[in-house]
Structures are given as C-alpha cells and as structure tokens.
C-alpha cells in the first residue's frame, strides 16, 4: 500500500465513524455559546450598557481579536481530541492489529493518520471561527461597537487560527501514539488543556521572568500564532499582570515543534511495540 492510499484509507476509516461529527456539533455549540455570552458581557461593560461595579466603565481595548480567537483558544482542544482519539482509538477498539496486516509500513499509517487530523483539525478551525465570529460580531454590533470584519488584519487572524487548528491535530497524533490507552490521552488532555496550563500561565503572569517562561507553553504558543487570545482580557482593563507573547512565527513553530517531538518519542517507545 502506497502513501496515498494509507491517508485514502485512513479518511475511509475515519468517515465511518461518529468521532469526526460528535466532536464537531459539540465544538459549534460550545463556541457559539461561549463567545456569545462572553462577547454580551464584554461589549456591553466597554459600551456602558451593562453597569460596572462602581459605576466604572472598563476598557478591554480592541474587543474584536479576542473575542474571535475563541475560536483556538478555547477550541483548540478540538482538534488534540480528535488527533489523539483517532490513533489510540485503534489500540482501545484492538483496530490496530488488522490496520498494520493491511498495512506493515507503520510510518504510512502515522503518515497518513498525521495528514488526517491536519485536515480535521483545518475543518475544525473552518466551525470554530464561523461559531466565534458569529457569537463576537453579533454581540459587538448589538451595543454599536465595531466588529472589524472589513480589516485586513481580522483576515490575518483567521487563517493564523486555521493554520493553529490543523498543527493541533498533528499535535493529538502525537499524543496518541505516546499514550496509546484512550481513557488516558482523554483525561491528560482535557487536565493539561483546561487547566494545567491556564493555571500556569495565570500564575505566571505575576513577575517577567515567569511570564516569559510561560510564552512557550503550548497554549501560548497557539495564541502568539493567531496573534490574539481572549486570555489577555483579563489583563487588558487594569494592566497589573505582565503578558509576552512569541511573535507569530515562532508559534508557529513551537506547536510543530512539540507535535514533532510527542510523536518521535511515541515512535520510540508505544508505536513500535508487538500487537496481537
């Protein structure tokens, strides 16, 4: 079997499961919502109309780039699952043995399951911007701020998101392949994602060398490649915590990087173990 016929069939296998499309429907109803109620309450406290604590109007700055990059901030956990799942799936549903039969070459099966969740992951980016700047932009225009969709630089930001969201996928390839026990890659992720690393990176906020320690998490890294993170809205009103940030393309490169370096050493150690 040739490499194109690996990624061909790795696509057929995917389609015949409810993965892809769960993940899917999840992810526009989470991010619709979020960034809807989120963006109501943030356009709403900078417009005036929703009545801060003190009679105090704060300003978030430009409202726009964080509210849209939900899409990746919150959303990137989309496509890591989905990567991950469709790679230690295989050992949890004992797929994995007639895959390599049909397949021996086990670098075409990693191949071809890499370039199906870059694909997903692109997908993912596509449902998860149409659901944050949706829920952004409505709630902007609502109380008369400007939802920049006419910007250059707003167009910048969503193809850094695709581009974020498709490096996930590769970067849940890895992880499955590190650790190929699906009930664990599940619980590693959703703990580092939801909170290992927003805790982190709220803690070290507080002090430069910290701060500049923590642009290279994972996280942060994704952020500094779209160029935005709804994150440093918590900052943004009162400037009392430090932020630094990678500039775009070396995010970019960290998330490669850490895909890259997951994947070597699960090739090292799970992926080249017997299957029965």
Partial sequence: MGPFAAVRAEFTKIFTTHLWWVLALVLLVYLGALTGGLGTLFAGLQSGAIEARGGHVPSFGDLAPPLYSFATSIGYVFPVLFGALVTAGEWRHQTITPTFLANPHRFQVLWAKICSAV??????????????????????????????????????????????????????????????????VIV????????????????????????????????????????????????????????????????GLMLIVYGAAVTVIGCLTTWRRDVS
């Fill in 119 to 184: 694909v997903f992951g692109a997908g993912y980016g596509v449902l998860a911007l149409a659901a944050s700047v949706t829920g952004g932009a409505l709630a902007l225009r609502h109380f008369g701020l400007d939802p920049e969709l006419g910007e250059v630089s707003t167009w910048h930001l969503f193809v850094r998101a695709l581009a974020a969201m498709a490096l996930w996928g590769f970067v849940g390839v890895g992880l499955g392949v590190l650790v190929p026990s699906q009930a664990a």
């Fill in 188 to 251: 590693t992720i959703l703990a580092f994602t939801q909170f290992v690393e927003p805790l982190l990176r709220l803690a070290a906020a507080f002090s430069v060398p910290t701060a500049d320690a923590a642009k290279f998490l994972p996280g942060a890294s994704s952020d500094a490649l779209v160029g935005a993170s709804f994150l440093d809205l918590q900052n943004s009103a009162e400037g009392t915590m430090v932020v630094a940030h990678l500039d775009w393309q070396h995010g």
